[in-house]
């Protein structure tokens, strides 16, 4: 398996300054795991994609031309060259959203960590039908509108009945003909991860969320995994870092 870097928080408008550190901490958590839960040889090589710090659509550029399974964020911002470049390929390409946020504000141009899956559907690199978010729970009016008609399974719906949401997403998700999965940690209650940008509570325990890697790992159609808006800065006693170096493991 490889971990590519992605050491950036250019995207996030200033908001989550630091996640560009997420790499680099997280990685020298996730060399410490010797075996996972499951009794796995924790193994993995390591890459970087090209930051240029002065220029995020140069930055964007060259991750859409970074090649990898897995990328470690820096800020959201970061899935929307990465799925370009994933649905370029593939004919009916899906993305899997855990987030406590849907991210599809207004965009003014470049794609920011609030606005790129509004800007991915407009730009026409994934389809409305191909959307499937899990964990959300709290979005705006405007946000509101563009998600009707989108398969979301909100922060309640997971938590009523967490075997049966799951159930009806790996069904979901395994028509497509590849599968991208984007992790925000913002996904998980504020007690379990509090080094991140937006603090929402009400969150995923990070049981429940290994619960789900561990099923959607079975599926063949999994092809790309990003993990994103972990901040080092903002964590206390390195919590944050440590639990992302876990969901890493078992996803590996
Ligand atoms: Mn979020």
Redesign the pocket.
């Known amino acids: 398996m490889e971990i590519v870097k992605v050491c950036t928080s250019q995207g996030s408008l200033g908001k989550n300054s630091g996640c560009e550190e997420a790499p680099e901490a997280i990685l020298s958590e996730l060399k410490k795991i010797e075996v996972n839960e499951s009794g796995k040889k924790i193994e993995f090589k390591v890459s970087s994609a090209e930051i240029n710090e002065n220029n995020l659509d140069e930055t964007n550029l060259n991750i859409e031309n970074t090649k990898g399974d897995v990328f470690l964020g820096g800020d959201?911002s970061i899935t929307y060259p990465l799925f370009k470049s994933f649905a370029k390929e593939k004919k009916n390409a899906g993305l899997l959203i855990f987030?406590?946020?849907p991210?599809c504000a207004l965009y003014v141009k470049t794609a920011s960590h609030e606005d790129f899956v509004r800007k991915l559907v407009d730009d026409g690199f994934l389809k409305k039908e191909n959307l499937v978010y899990a964990g959300l729970r709290r979005f705006s009016k405007v946000e509101n509108d563009f998600l009707r008609g989108i398969k979301c399974f909100n922060m309640k719906d997971l938590f009523l009945n967490t075997e049966n949401a799951c159930d009806n997403i790996m069904e979901i998700c395994r028509h497509f003909d590849e599968l991208y999965l984007s992790i925000?940690i913002?996904v998980l209650d504020p007690g379990f991860a509090p080094g991140t940008g937006?603090l929402e509570p009400g969150g995923l325990s990070i049981r429940e969320l290994i619960y789900f890697i561990k099923r959607l790992k079975f599926l063949k159609n999994l092809k790309r995994i990003d993990l994103v808006?972990v901040n080092p800065k903002k964590d206390i006693n390195e919590m944050t870092v440590k639990l992302a170096a876990k969901i890493l493991s078992e996803l590996l």
């Open positions: 959201h987030d406590a946020h991210d925000d913002d937006y808006e």
